[in-house]
């Protein structure tokens, strides 16, 4: 038998009673094949997909969902979608939510406490599990919508909630020492929103890790975790007597390599500047940015692949990934002015 099917006319409303009768195969076989993909014979799947094509079959995920409960859909919310941090985020649980049969729906919150929650709380309703990245709202609330269906969190610890958190300890040591090696023992640094859990955790890492080397360390005001966020810092960032800069992430350097450069302080003769994260487009500045890469698409993946695996009794959780930052030196830091 070979994989190709009858071409028929699809009926108005094709079932899966019709697509397994046009298959040849018993309804349940074509469920397993369209639900869980692996699960048949892949000459056999790759018969009930033609034949379920050609019929215009639509899996209806809410009549799945009656009787098991489940609608194998997950969610995911970010602080902000234009942010390019995320892109590897979303590409990281995409990649394990596909693996798992799942499809994936993201929303985000545009950096708001309120709507993350409310959007987040909406998503609850029609998922199995819901994935926060970098969230923004409070502890009791990622722990109120975790005690309704599993939630998982990326770049942020929460108690009693599963919290997937970059060793950001390990970056911080090694930008600290390279900039100490470049005679710089006056820093500021840049934090991101107040409400970000990350940014406070990488501002106390950094005055731990600064007062051990005997460095200055000089904490400005949040900024929006923007370009222009970072442009607004500018001003700050060079009345404060440092020699270099330490942002909360890329964008927020951009933003301020951008506004120095256009005042005439150039980079990195009179300032050395560095970001986190080490997104897509940070080597595009002139000079290329220095920056602590996180491994942001291995935390989506393993965070997505965890979350899912609570929902099936006795799965085993991930390997362990070793998920430290490093230092990537570009051309945006060099030896302290004097």
């Known amino acids: 038998m070979t994989d190709e099917v009858p071409v028929n006319a699809a009926p108005e409303s094709a079932t899966i009673y019709d697509v ?76 394990a939510a596909a693996r798992q049969g799942y499809t994936l729906v993201l929303t985000e919150s545009e950096e708001s406490e309120e709507r993350e929650y409310e959007r987040a709380a909406r998503m609850l309703r029609m998922v199995d599990g819901l994935l926060l990245a970098t969230p923004r709202m409070s502890d009791d609330r990622i722990r109120a919508l975790a005690a309704q269906k599993p939630v998982a969190v990326v770049n ?16 911080v040591a090694e930008v600290v020492r390279h900039l100490r090696q470049l005679g710089h023992s006056r820093i500021a640094y840049v934090p991101g929103p107040a ?64 506004e120095l450069v256009e005042a005439g302080i150039t980079v990195p003769g009179m300032l050395s500047i560095v970001g986190f994260d080490d997104i897509f487009g940070a080597d595009f500045t002139s000079p290329a940015l220095t920056t602590v890469k ?23 959780a991930p390997a362990a990934f070793d998920f430290a930052t490093s230092l990537v030196v570009r051309g945006s830091t060099g030896i302290a002015a004097r």
Request: proline content about 4%.
């Open 20 to 95: 397994a009768k046009l298959a040849g195969v018993n309804p349940s076989t074509v469920s397993r094949a369209l639900n869980r993909p692996g699960r048949v014979n892949a000459v056999t799947e790759r018969r009930i997909r033609a034949a379920a094509e050609s019929l215009n079959y639509q899996v209806n995920l809410m009549a799945r969902a009656l009787p098991t409960g489940r609608t194998s859909i997950a969610g995911l919310v970010v602080s902000d979608i234009t942010n390019p941090v995320f892109f590897d985020v979303v590409r990281g649980a995409e990649t």
């Open 195 to 258: 409400l970000s859990w990350m940014a406070g955790h990488r501002g106390e890492l950094l005055a731990q890790r600064c007062e051990w080397a005997h460095i200055e360390l000089i904490q400005l005001e949040p900024v929006a975790p923007t370009v222009v966020g970072g442009r607004s810092a500018a001003a700050a960032a060079r009345d404060s007597g440092a020699t270099a800069i330490i942002a909360y992430n890329d964008l927020i350097a951009i933003g301020l390599m951008q």
């Open 294 to 316: 996180s491994p942001l698409r291995e935390e989506g993946d393993y965070a997505m692949t965890a979350l899912l695996n609570t929902l099936t009794a006795g799965a085993a």
């Open 156 to 171: 942020r610890q929460v108690e009693d909630v599963l919290s997937i958190v970059p060793d950001v300890q390990h970056g």
